[in-house]
């Protein structure tokens, strides 16, 4: 089985699209042979942070000349070349894939199609413009996005549930998520991206250390424009500490009480870690990613031309007001994006036994359905209060634990037709484990459902105890937790403990 991902940075493109093809190339690497990538040769291409990682790439053929993007949503220049172009070099140099993955906003259906025709094989795009593509799978992890947004796609993983984060980040959201009130000279983060192609870290610096009493990081590696001015600048300071390479985003992140950067990539890093920001949008497609930061009550976002005027109390603002906004960042990503995308290409490969099987986030629009199992009779009779819940008490009950952000609630669907099946939940315990349960619809009894779905779950929380309480007289579901690979604790006790090295 052959995986390869279509993918470019460089000094206009950045290094966003190929950080997150790296995060899902690496939880998809245990179940996959073969998972390659293949990229243009250019100013900032970071073949080799790929390489690094330990992919094989396949480098493409440098164009006669350089296309100078004219504008940010020049987005046709960033592949240098036509499409065509491009499909003709890729198919000569990469041979045969059973797998096609696109994240490249210069590339859509024409592309797509053409690579299907010459390959038969599957396509997977990540993307966050709502554009046109042939694909059978489409992921956007743009906070608050809908499936419905890809009218007429086939399969769509939509919202920040799916951002695409290396897997230090969930094994640091669930620190984060006990990490007490901090307190003493404040850390400042201030992160661009790879390229920094605006010096938006020299810009913010200078307007920010005459006024804020912190200590400030700057990244930014040697690829980028300025990292000699950078450099120098930062060596000329005390309040200022300039890395260049960082091997851990994740453990960075969570010694920082605020950042500043674009709201690109990063910000699903920043949020899953519960760090506030002060978003600068640097290019037209980062718009709406601050827009609905700041509607989720998640960051500030200030104008790049008007950073005189407004960082510094914007700053201010989040350092009055860190918890909530903390608070806040913490609920839009947990960083197990990644995992949860590979188990779907791997069921789309038929890689796994949960192909028929996926779990999504419960919304107010599922509190009917739920009411309806829960009123079951099947399900009752083994209920810790075996008393048929009313509409309104459930209703309110169910609300209310919607907007627990340490907490998952999830819909077990099922089949192309993501027909609803059944519900599972993870409670979060005071000792960081998660308490399971777990209830299929009668429609849907004997049918593997619920192996397939705590199998799912125990892919997804390997760094977490999981453990789950069964009514001694429930002899399936005892026996379903036992299969599902929990030790039996106690009569009605079972866990499922972490794996270690998770």
Same mark, same amino acid.
């Given at each position: 089985m052959k995986i390869?991902?279509?993918?470019?940075?460089?000094?206009?493109?950045?290094?966003?699209?190929?950080?997150? *093809?790296?995060?899902?190339?690496?939880?998809?690497?245990?179940?996959?042979?073969?998972?390659?990538?293949?990229?243009?040769?250019?100013?900032?291409?970071?073949?080799?942070?790929?390489?690094? %990682?330990?992919?094989?790439? *396949?480098?493409?053929?440098?164009?006669?000349?350089?296309?100078?993007?004219?504008?940010?949503?020049?987005?046709? =220049?960033?592949?240098q070349r036509s499409q065509e172009d491009d499909v003709a070099d890729f198919i000569k140099v990469v041979g045969h894939a059973d797998l096609v993955v696109t994240d490249h906003y210069a590339i859509d259906a024409a592309w797509q199609k053409a690579i299907r025709q010459a390959f038969r094989c599957k396509i997977i795009v990540i993307d966050d413009l709502v554009r046109n593509h042939e694909a059978d799978l489409i992921v956007d992890q743009t906070?608050?996005?809908?499936?419905?947004?890809?009218?007429? /796609?086939?399969?769509?993983?939509?919202?920040?549930?799916?951002?695409?984060?290396a897997g230090t980040f969930a094994r640091n959201h669930?620190?984060? &998520?006990?990490?007490?009130?901090?307190?003493?000279?404040?850390?400042?983060?201030?992160?661009?991206?790879?390229?920094?192609?605006?010096?938006? *870290?020299?810009?913010?610096?200078?307007?920010?250390?005459?006024?804020?009493? /912190?200590?400030?990081?700057?990244?930014?590696?040697?690829? =980028?424009?300025?990292?000699?001015?950078?450099?120098?600048?930062?060596?000329? %300071?005390?309040?200022?500490e300039h890395l260049e390479f960082v091997n851990d985003m994740a453990e960075l992140i969570l010694k920082h009480d605020f950042a500043v950067g674009a709201p690109g990539t990063?910000?699903?890093?920043?949020?899953?870690?519960?760090?506030?920001?002060?978003?600068?949008? $640097?290019?037209?497609?980062?718009?709406?990613?601050?827009?609905?930061?700041?509607?989720?009550?998640?960051?500030?976002?200030?104008?790049?031309? *008007?950073?005189?005027?407004?960082?510094?109390?914007?700053?201010?603002?989040?350092?009055?007001?860190?918890?909530?906004? /903390?608070?806040?960042?913490?609920?839009?990503?947990?960083?197990?994006?990644?995992?949860r995308v590979a188990i779907e290409i791997e069921s789309l490969l038929d890689q796994n036994d949960t192909a028929s099987v996926g779990l999504e986030r419960a919304t107010e629009a599922d509190i009917d359905y739920v009411h309806r199992l829960q009123s079951a009779p099947t399900t009752r009779k083994y209920a810790l209060n075996s008393e $048929?819940?009313?509409?309104? %008490?459930?209703?309110?009950?169910?609300?209310?634990?919607?907007?627990?952000?340490?907490d998952y609630f999830y819909i077990i669907r099922k089949g192309q037709g993501n027909t609803p099946c059944g519900v599972l939940r993870l409670d979060r315990r005071a000792d960081g484990g998660y308490t399971v349960?777990?209830?299929?619809?009668?429609?849907?009894?004997?049918?593997?459902?619920?192996?397939? /779905? &705590?199998?799912?779950?125990?892919?997804?929380f390997p760094d977490c105890d999981l453990y789950a309480f069964v009514m001694e007289a429930n002899v399936a579901s005892q026996k379903l937790f036992l299969k599902a690979g929990y030790e039996r604790m106690a009569k009605e006790y079972f866990i499922r403990k972490r794996k270690i090295g998770s």
């Open positions: 390869v991902f279509r993918v470019d940075a460089s000094i206009w493109i950045g290094g966003g699209h190929v950080m997150r *093809c790296l995060a899902l190339a690496q939880a998809l690497k245990p179940a996959i042979e073969s998972v390659k990538f293949a990229c243009l040769p250019q100013n900032g291409d970071l073949i080799q942070l790929i390489q690094s %990682r330990g992919f094989q790439v *396949c480098v493409l053929n440098t164009p006669a000349w350089i296309i100078t993007p004219e504008n940010d949503t020049d987005y046709a =220049a960033w592949l906070l608050g996005r809908s499936r419905t947004a890809y009218d007429g /796609a086939s399969r769509v993983l939509a919202g920040s549930h799916y951002a695409l984060l669930e620190i984060a &998520l006990d990490s007490a009130a901090r307190s003493g000279r404040p850390k400042v983060l201030v992160y661009f991206g790879a390229i920094d192609a605006h010096n938006m *870290c020299l810009r913010v610096l200078e307007v920010l250390t005459p006024i804020i009493d /912190a200590a400030f990081t700057v990244v930014l590696g040697k690829a =980028a424009l300025h990292y000699d001015v950078i450099r120098n600048w930062a060596l000329e %300071r005390d309040d200022v990063s910000s699903w890093e920043r949020a899953c870690l519960g760090l506030p920001s002060v978003v600068i949008p $640097i290019a037209d497609n980062q718009a709406e990613n601050g827009r609905k930061l700041v509607a989720f009550d998640a960051a500030i976002s200030v104008d790049k031309g *008007c950073l005189d005027a407004e960082l510094v109390s914007a700053v201010q603002k989040l350092m009055k007001n860190r918890v909530d906004y /903390a608070a806040s960042n913490l609920a839009i990503c947990d960083g197990r994006g990644a995992v $048929i819940p009313s509409w309104p %008490r459930h209703k309110v009950w169910m609300t209310s634990k919607l907007k627990v952000t340490t349960s777990i209830y299929i619809d009668p429609d849907y009894y004997s049918q593997g459902i619920g192996r397939s /779905a &705590l199998a799912i779950i125990d892919r997804v």
